[in-house]
T-cell receptor, first 114, second 109 residues
Framework: ETGVTQSPTHLIKTRGQQVTLRCSSQ?????VSWYQQALGQGPQFIFQ???????GRGNFPPRFSGLQFPNYSSELNVNALELDDSALYLC?????????????FGPGTRLTVL | EDQVTQSPEALRLQEGESSSLNCSYT??????LFWYRQDPGKGPEFLFT???AGEEKEKERLKATLTKKESFLHITAPKPEDSATYLC??????????FGPGTRLSVLP
């Protein structure tokens, strides 16, 4: 069974640029959620995708957007990067409507905005 | 608004010194309470899911318990490799996960 994978591992961008982060869900999982984790804090929910549609969104501005593909992999896009966007971005997959609904996380992408 | 708090913020233990971590929550219709372990710079690793008050789960030196307002993660005779940040999260009906800030555990040899 393949776990959740994310790419790239690390990324450095400058303020105002755009970035795309990628996630492959765990085998058999159809739901992907994205989180932002600032240093020393717990993960903050950005949004969730189920069957290629956004299925819930946290308190993040529209410049944070995403996609889910037919194979359940997903992308997180962030436009007009700001310094405060520097964080660990986590992807988690789960099986919607399962009895456990447990989310399994990938290793994360460390984004640094200069 | 759903909310999760964790205490203490940081905890230092000697190897073999048992202790407990607390997770207090307010949620509209608990669908599950989740414990994760996170090592520095890595993604959270799933430990336990608890669904109803009175439920308990164990894994090696860890035991998680749940009441209607809080959950405890008991660590028995910890080892240095148990050093990590322990995250608690809740999920309510129709919503997504809300995480606490975590407890940073250091176990000294």
């Amino acid at each position: 069974e393949t776990g959740v994978t994310q790419s790239p591992t690390h990324l450095i961008k400058t303020r105002g640029q755009q970035v795309t982060l990628r996630c492959s869900s765990q085998s058999g999982h159809n739901t992907v959620s994205w989180y932002q984790q600032a240093l020393g804090q717990g993960p903050q929910f950005i949004f969730q995708y189920y069957r290629e549609e956004e299925n819930g969104r946290g308190n993040f501005p529209p410049r944070f957007s995403g996609l889910q593909f037919p194979n359940y992999s997903s992308e997180l896009n962030v436009n007009a990067l700001e310094l405060d966007d520097s964080a660990l971005y986590l992807c988690a997959s789960s099986k919607k409507q399962s009895s456990t609904d447990t989310q399994y996380f990938g290793p994360g992408t460390r984004l640094t905005v200069l | 608004e759903d909310q999760v708090t964790q205490s203490p913020e940081a905890l230092r233990l000697q190897e073999g010194e048992s202790s407990s971590l607390n997770c207090s929550y307010t949620v509209s219709g608990l669908r599950g309470l989740f414990w994760y372990r996170q090592d520095p710079g890595k993604g959270p690793e799933f430990l336990f899911t608890l669904y109803s008050a009175g439920e308990e789960k164990e894994k090696e030196r860890l035991k998680a318990t749940l009441t209607k307002k809080e959950s405890f993660l008991h660590i028995t005779a910890p080892k240095p490799e148990d050093s990590a940040t322990y995250l608690c999260a809740v999920r309510n009906y129709g919503q997504n996960f809300v995480f606490g800030p975590g407890t940073r555990l250091s176990v000294l040899p």
